[in-house]
């Protein structure tokens, strides 16, 4: 028998918040065995990817193109008929302006299964993060899509201007910045008033959105002002006169605020979801994996003798009872203490409906569990307990797959600050050149450096990070 071929799903990711996906598309992320993702995807959605995924970006820039349509296509065809589960993730959703058909009739000509699996277009959810949703009662009954940039000879958009202008309540134009004045001038030309609302949302849905209000008649000269590049959505009609009532995502405390998130281990705590939650987009920097190991069966078999488990990280928990699992080790052997270093390995203990303690009575017949041990872990390991068997379960590393998407995010952000959760995510900024990659060297505003504790400001400090960054100090 020959190869089984593999299956395409052709997902719609949504318009940038990451958790604007559906769960249908959530899942297919999770099983890829490659993934080809645009531009406009929010990069944080390729960490649900298994450790293994091929990531290939196909992203088009206004200046330059990284892979045209037919090497997409093309890539699709043979990474399937190699058995491989495909991603093909496309901002907003791939039937609207996302040339899914294009890529479904090629792979249905090549007899390669797949499925599309919809998405959050951005011509709804941009307008309706800046507050103004699409239809209303005493606004709107009709809502259009049109694209204001297609093949017809100059670049300009061949639409049936009368139609749209005198049938249409809400009109949404994709990626019209370029084409603005003219989409301004016909709809004036074929029977819009010159008064009628305008709104240009610009990275829709985004901590960095940013709107722009005015009329057919003064829209164009705002957006030369304020200097609105794509990608952006333009919205023509009475129900821009809602928003204000109805804005609610740019109200949020940190909306606004871009953060490059720096750890210094897999360990460490992060807080970047929480400031995700009030409204800042977080680029987190480097990314790290956690990958489990093949542990010691011996001290798997002597479970049942020690007296006090020892757990370094949520990461050791998690690990260490799928060890169990695969190892068939039954949980009833345990009789020991649990103790935790910390309060996330804490939590995910008591998710197991074990209740663990932060303090730890008995250091006779000790199993510590936790990461690959360095010499430094083990010289402090050392000082503090007389005995004990200690049993790797896991490793973390930085995975360098992610430095150009990390990078790219950067570019497309406007930073405010960057955030140290420890001392050892300074030494990992420096060391592994983060600071010479990820920052352009002539950053004109200043950055604000954030550091979460003492020993990270002391590091920031001792290190006298470049002030060509212009960065100012301060403490959460």
């Not at 809400?170 to 603005?180: D, E, Q, R």
């Not at 920097?285 to 949520?314: D, G, H, M, N, R």
């Amino acid at each position: 028998m020959g190869m089984s071929i593999g299956k395409v799903y052709l997902v719609g990711a949504g318009p940038g918040d990451q958790e604007l996906i559906t769960v249908k598309g959530m899942k297919a992320i999770k099983k890829a065995d490659v993934i080809l993702y645009d531009r406009l995807v929010n990069p944080r959605l390729l960490e649900y990817a298994p450790p293994t995924c091929e990531l290939l970006y196909c992203g088009k820039l206004p200046t330059r193109h990284f892979m045209r349509q037919h090497e997409i296509n093309a890539t699709l065809v043979e990474k399937a008929l190699a058995g491989l589960t495909v991603v093909r993730l496309k901002g907003g959703d791939p039937s609207v302006f996302g040339r899914v058909g294009e890529e479904a009739e090629v792979l249905a000509e090549q007899n390669v299964p797949y499925e599309i699996v919809p998405g959050i277009t951005s011509g709804i959810a941009a307008p309706l993060y800046a507050g103004i949703p699409v239809t209303h009662r005493d606004y709107a009954g009709s809502f259009a899509v049109v694209t204001a940039h297609d093949k017809s000879n100059e670049g300009k958009p061949n639409i049936d201007w009368e139609g749209l202008a005198r049938g249409v309540q809400t009109i949404a134009f994709y990626m019209g910045i370029s084409n603005l004045e003219h989409i301004c001038e016909n709809l004036v030309l074929h029977g819009k008033s010159p008064d009628t609302p305008v709104i240009i949302i610009r990275w829709g849905t985004w901590s960095r959105q940013q709107s722009v209000v005015g009329t057919l008649s003064t829209i164009v000269e705002k957006v030369r002002e304020e200097k609105i590049q794509n990608p952006a959505i333009t919205l023509v009609g009475d129900i821009v006169e809602t928003r204000d009532k109805v804005k609610w995502f740019e109200n949020q405390p940190l909306f606004g605020q871009q953060i490059l998130y720096v750890r210094g281990s897999a360990e460490e705590k992060s807080n970047a979801q929480h400031l995700r939650n009030q409204g800042a987009d977080v680029i987190e920097c480097p990314k790290w994996t956690v990958t489990e190991t093949e542990v010691e069966i011996e001290l798997l078999e002597k479970l049942s003798s020690y007296k006090a488990i020892l757990f370094l990280s949520s990461q050791a928990v998690t690990a260490f009872f799928n060890q169990l699992k695969r190892h068939r080790v039954d949980i009833r052997q345990i009789s020991a203490e649990l103790c935790c270093q910390n309060e996330t390995a804490l939590k995910e203990l008591e998710l197991l409906g074990l209740y663990p303690s932060l303090e730890m009575a008995d250091q006779e017949n000790l199993l510590i569990v936790g990461p690959e041990i360095t010499a430094k872990r083990k010289l402090n390991l050392d000082s503090t307990y007389k005995e004990y068997d200690y049993l790797c379960v896991y490793q973390s590393y930085i995975d360098r797959r992610y430095d150009s998407i990390i990078k790219r995010s950067v570019e497309d952000a406007d930073l405010t600050s960057i955030v140290f959760t420890s001392a050892d995510a300074v030494e990992t900024w420096i060391n592994g050149k983060f600071h010479e990659s990820m920052l352009p060297q002539e950053n004109e505003h200043s950055l604000e450096i954030i550091c979460e504790n003492d020993e990270a400001l002391d590091a920031v400090l001792s290190h006298e990070l470049p002030a060509k960054l212009n960065m100012e100090l301060s403490l959460i």
